[in-house]
């Protein structure tokens, strides 16, 4: 069991996060500027180390998400006309800005959201690459010239800017969910309405002003945190004027929100919930394996969609992989994520923490034995112990549900046929991981994983430069690497008659 929670924050720490919430904007940014919801709603934004309310912010209303979308299409040409290295210039003084206070963000991040302050500082590396990634792919974008097989004609294909685009992004990461979807669309000439998590506003409202502060033109970024997402986003989905909706969220909202964006033949990308396999081979360094699964588990407390959410392990060297995962899992340190040396923070919510209780409860019943956590934890905040579940047997209901939470459910597997078998059995398809010394076996599982990504021999493999997304119901499209910023553009082919012919008259 892990010794206690860390709550004690130095006094340090508690004034500057006072000075960076009251430095933060809570308004919606409509057509660049700041302004208070048309009704004067707010909503309150929690920590939820503490159960407290760190601020409250202007909530949106469907009028206010029209006047977003309003913005977005007043500024969608002027925005597709101007030089890519204009563009990619605003990008570019963004991610020098966000690296140079990558503390304050780091603290935003760790205060709404929870996550350890070490953490957040790499999310907000991570975050800011794709700022950096996409200004220099910007430039790059480009079309072809060619002769028809015949010979008698020319066909040009033109790459333009697909137009006003809608974001709706989660709270776990709130500043790369963001930073994914809005360095593309800067970059290939697209405007956009950005709704973020109810839980987690702040860092995205700050992030808005250090694009404004790079130079980014009103209107181009609209941002309606709001207490009503569907209530909001429904007329704007509806509406003729949006021409592309990126969502990352859970599979059941994506579903929902494909299929209102069926009715206006809206483009989609959506990166959605996944149900990782972390697969263990004999041949396997088992050290490593051990770091690999927990960077795969307990980063981001296991609040992450390429968390590892299933253990599979081979029966020879399992009670090793999971005696060495136990020792490892038992030591981290929990608690208040703004507090130094913080491992694990709590989880976002008390739904979260309910949710994860309930299906630590569950394997139990169905014969799993946790040996190290396997409770909440007492007192103020949303905490649960680290936990590893061993005896999970394939079928049990946590094997088949996103657990959101620092659980590692280990089951055990007879042969490398079996392992696919059960790394399959999921309607989700995000990531895969796998330890083996055997590189031909790793290129197999590679071509044999129903997967968008293969972690090989590694526990991590977000990368701005890698296209990022699922197959099955984990998602459609990607983000990141050379393939995101084809989600922001369409596609006009010309067709011309052969200028020779002018030549032969
Ligand atoms: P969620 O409940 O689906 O919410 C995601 C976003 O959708 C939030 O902004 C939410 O607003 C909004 N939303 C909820 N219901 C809506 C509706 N009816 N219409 C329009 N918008 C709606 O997911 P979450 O709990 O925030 O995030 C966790 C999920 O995200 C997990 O399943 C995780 O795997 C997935 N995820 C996927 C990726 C990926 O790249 N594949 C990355 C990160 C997370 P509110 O905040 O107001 O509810």
Redesign the pocket.
Known sequence: MSAGIQREVAAAERAAAGSLLADTPTALLLNGVWCEASDGGTFAVENPATGETLVRVASATPTDGVAALDGAVAAQAAWAATAPRERAEILRRAFELLIERREEFAQLITLEMGKPIAESRGEVTYGAEFLRWFSEETSRISGRYATAPDGNSRLLVLRRPVGPCLF??????PLA?ATRKIAPAIAAGCTAVL?????TPLTALRFAQVLQEAGLPDGVLNVIP??S??AV??PLIADPRLRKLS????????K??IADAAHGVLRVSM????NAPFLVFPDADLDRAVDGAMLAKFRNGG????AANRFLVHESIAADFAERLTARVAALAVGDGSAAGTQQGPLVDRATLEKVSELVESARAEGAVATTGGHALEGAGYFYAPTVLTGVAPGARILGE?I?GPVAPITVFADEAEAIRLANDTEYG?VGYAYTRDLNRGLRLAEQLEVGMFGLNTGIVSNPAAP???VKQ??LGR?GGAEGIEEFLETTYVGIADPLLDAAA
Do not use: D, I, Q, Y
């Not at 709706?168 to 990461?173: I, R, S, Y």
């Not at 709704?195 to 839980?199: G, I, M, S, T």
């Not at 969502?247 to 994506?254: A, D, K």
């Not at 990166?271 to 996944?274: F, I, Q, S, V």
């Open positions: 709706v992004t989660p709270w776990n990461f969910m709704k973020p998590a109810v839980l709001t207490a997402a569907g986003t429904g969502f990352t969220g859970s599979t059941p909202v994506g929902r929100l990166e959605l919930g996944g609040e992450a969609c390429t996103e959101f995000l990022f997304g699922g984990s998602g983000e």
